[in-house]
């Protein structure tokens, strides 16, 4: 995401672009501790406490990009309010499942939309 959003081209997605270099990006890792991106704060383990922080701070929804890891942590650690999913269809024969390992838990259908490539977007409310 670093080496893409600041950069020249993406300045054919104006909004987007504004969006992402003006929000706090939050890393979880053991590995990587700096970046030159604004906004960027990193932390070394994913927690409730750093959760519940950075939920407290937070001016707008906080948004998960990628990482299906993660989510399914923050889902166990009961921290999750929704779910946006974007369904592509394509059969690719093999890939990683989202919500393996997940623990039980409902989700109830907020809304979607369909776009014309045949994307389905899919907003979902966990059920806590």
Known sequence: MEAFWPR???KAYPEVQQYMNAARKHTFSTTVNRSA????YFHEQLNKETIISIKEKAENDIVILGG???SRELHRLGLLDEYTLFLDPQLLGRGKQFFREMPPGRLQLLDSRVFPSGIVRLNYK???
Request: hydrophobic share 30%; proline share 0%.
């Open 37 to 40: 991106w604004q906004h960027s």
């Open 126 to 128: 966990v059920v806590k």
């Open 68 to 70: 299906g890891m993660s």
């Open 8 to 10: 020249e081209q993406t």
